[in-house]
T-cell receptor, first 111, second 113 residues
Framework: QKEVEQDPGPLSVPEGAIVSLNCTYSNSAFQYFMWYRQYSRKGPELLMYTYSSGNKEDGRFTAQVDKSSKYISLFIRDSQPSDSATYLC???????????FGTGTRLQVFP | DGGITQSPKYLFRKEGQNVTLSCEQN?????MYWYRQDPGQGLRLIYY???????QKGDIAEGYSVSREKKESFPLTVTSAQKNPTAFYLC????????????FGPGTRLTVT
């Protein structure tokens, strides 16, 4: 079993839809939870990071962490075609410099 | 304009040759990282460095080597000992005390034939 599980998609939605992207994890030692956006053939771009359980909002993006269920989500409101990319979750291991990445979910937003 | 640069964007080599990938940052970050990305797999850590003249192996260090002679630079050498070197290589850096906050360069796609 992988430490971080992420559905690869693709997830295809119409413009304006609310998108929910999810990751589950098994390691209780994960401390920080990150979401990255990666366009094709580009480096990942850090969107948000959270530490505690609960929600964190930044514009159209909301990151949610549920440590009791070992489940994190990224919600995108009013999705745009420019949001079409692969979204990677990542988690930091307590007391190390390591990040563990999910395999990424490919999102397609069509006009 | 602060950021991380990687060069070249595409690199082609013959099997048996060593090749060095460049990574430079002007963010004044202490820590730097090298990852490898393959289709269907998450990013995997090759090497990382927290300070100049010091670096640690990641999860898949075999067949790779690095140096950290300057804070701004962290080159990666893919040696002929690496069994499957064709991949997308990503360099990242993070601010002090914030290793979870990693910022990535644009990547180098290496093809070995």
């Amino acid at each position: 079993q992988k430490e971080v599980e992420q559905d690869p998609g693709p997830l295809s939605v119409p413009e304006g839809a609310i998108v929910s992207l999810n990751c589950t994890y098994s390691n209780s030692a994960f401390q920080y939870f990150m979401w990255y956006r990666q366009y094709s053939r580009k480096g990942p771009e850090l969107l948000m990071y959270t530490y505690s359980s609960g929600n964190k909002e930044d514009g159209r993006f909301t990151a949610q962490v549920d440590k009791s269920s070992k489940y994190i989500s990224l919600f995108i409101r009013d999705s745009q075609p420019s949001d079409s990319a692969t979204y990677l979750c990542a988690m930091s291991v307590y007391n190390t410099d390591k990040l563990i990445f999910g395999t990424g979910t490919r999102l397609q937003v069509f006009p | 304009d602060g950021g991380i640069t990687q060069s070249p964007k595409y690199l082609f080599r013959k099997e048996g040759q060593n090749v060095t990938l460049s990574c430079e940052q002007n963010l004044n970050h202490d820590a730097m990282y090298w990852y490898r990305q393959d289709p269907g797999q998450g990013l995997r850590l090759i090497y990382y460095s927290q300070i100049v003249n010091d670096f640690q192996k990641g999860d898949i260090a075999e067949g790779y080597s690095v140096s950290r002679e300057k804070k701004e630079s962290f080159p990666l050498t893919v040696t002929s000992a690496q069994k499957n070197p064709t991949a997308f290589y990503l360099c990242a850096s993070s601010p002090p005390q914030s290793s979870y906050e990693q910022y990535f360069g644009p990547g180098t796609r290496l093809t070995v034939t």
